[in-house]
C-alpha cells in the first residue's frame, strides 16, 4: 500500500461521487494498493479494511482526527481531536495487503470454529461484498438486527448439532447465546471492524461510546479537500494557464505560494 498523489485522490473522488459509500471504500484501496488484486480487495474483512483505510487517511490528511458531535444528554456542541493510534488496533494491521501474493491464494479469507450449547460452528469474516449484498438486499444499517442476522447468515460455512452437521441452517433457529458467542468472537478477530469512542460531556458529566465510522468520516474529508482543490486550479489556471494536469503535480506548498501572489 502507498498514499495516493493529488490528482489520484482526485481521480478517486470523481469516480467515487456516483458509486455507493462501500465502493468507495474500494477505490481508495484499489487506487494505493494497485499490486492487489480488487477481488482480494472487496474480500478483506471489514476490521480490516478499516484498518488500511486509516493508514490510507494518516498519509493523506495527517494523524490526528477532528470532528463535531453533540452530547445526547445536554446537546453541547463537542470537537472531537484523536490521533490515528488511539483508535487503531494493532492486530488488525492490514498484514494481508502489505502481503499480496499470499493474499491472492486466500480466496474467501480465514475461517473460524466456535464451540457453543452443543454447537460447533464454522464461519469466516464479513467483507465488503457480505455488506454490499446485504445492502443491495434492501437491508438498512439502521435496522440493525435483520442486518446482522442477514450477514451473520452469509459467513455461516457449517454447523452441526451434537456431531452431526446440519443440512439447512435458519438462523433465527440457532439460539440466541450461541448468535451472541458467534458476533462476540468476530468483534475478538477482527477488532477493527467497529471502531467504538468514549465520550464524556464536560458540560453535563455524561458518558456515552459512540461508533466513528472511518469510511464515511474519510470519504467527507477528500470531499471537502476535492471541492478547495478544484477552487484552487480554478484560481491557478484562470491567472497562468496552466493544464489542470500541471497544477496537481504542483506541491501543496507551491500551489499555496503561486496563490498567495494572485491574492496579493
Ligand atoms: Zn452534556
Redesign the pocket.
Known amino acids: 500500500m502507498r498514499a495516493l498523489s493529488a490528482a489520484e485522490l482526485l481521480a478517486v473522488w470523481d469516480r467515487g461521487l456516483v458509486q455507493p459509500l462501500w465502493q468507495r471504500a474500494l477505490l481508495l484501496l484499489a487506487a494505493a494498493c494497485p499490486e492487489v488484486r480488487p477481488e482480494t480487495l472487496a474480500r478483506l474483512s471489514i476490521g480490516r479494511r478499516n484498518a488500511c483505510l486509516l493508514t490510507l487517511r494518516e498519509w493523506t490528511f495527517g494523524r490526528q482526527l477532528e470532528s463535531l458531535t453533540n ?1 445526547p ?4 456542541r463537542l470537537e472531537l481531536n484523536f490521533a490515528v493510534a488511539d483508535v487503531r488496533v494493532a492486530e488488525a494491521l492490514p498484514t494481508i495487503v502489505l502481503a499480496p501474493s499470499a493474499a491472492g491464494e486466500q480466496g474467501q479469507g480465514e475461517e473460524y470454529v466456535l464451540e457453543h450449547s452443543g454447537y460447533r460452528v464454522r464461519f469466516r469474516l464479513p467483507d465488503t461484498l457480505d455488506l454490499t449484498s446485504v445492502l443491495e438486499s434492501g437491508q438498512r444499517f439502521e435496522d440493525i438486527p435483520p442486518a446482522r442476522t442477514a450477514l451473520l447468515a452469509r459467513c455461516l460455512l457449517a454447523v452441526e448439532r451434537d456431531g452431526e452437521v446440519l443440512a439447512s441452517v435458519v438462523l433465527d433457529e440457532l439460539p440466541p447465546e450461541l448468535i451472541t458467542a458467534m458476533l462476540d468472537r468476530m468483534a475478538q478477530v477482527d477488532p477493527q471492524a467497529d471502531i467504538t469512542l468514549a465520550l464524556n ?1 464536560p ?4 458518558r456515552w461510546p459512540a461508533l466513528f465510522d472511518i469510511l464515511s468520516f474519510f470519504w467527507q474529508e477528500i470531499d471537502a479537500w476535492a471541492q478547495r482543490l478544484l477552487d484552487d486550479v480554478h484560481t491557478l489556471a484562470s491567472a497562468y494557464g496552466w493544464p489542470e494536469a500541471d497544477i496537481l503535480a504542483l506541491s501543496p506548498h507551491r500551489r499555496q505560494c503561486y496563490l498567495d501572489r494572485i491574492r496579493g
Open positions: 452530547c444528554v445536554c446537546h453541547e460531556c458540560a453535563c458529566r455524561h
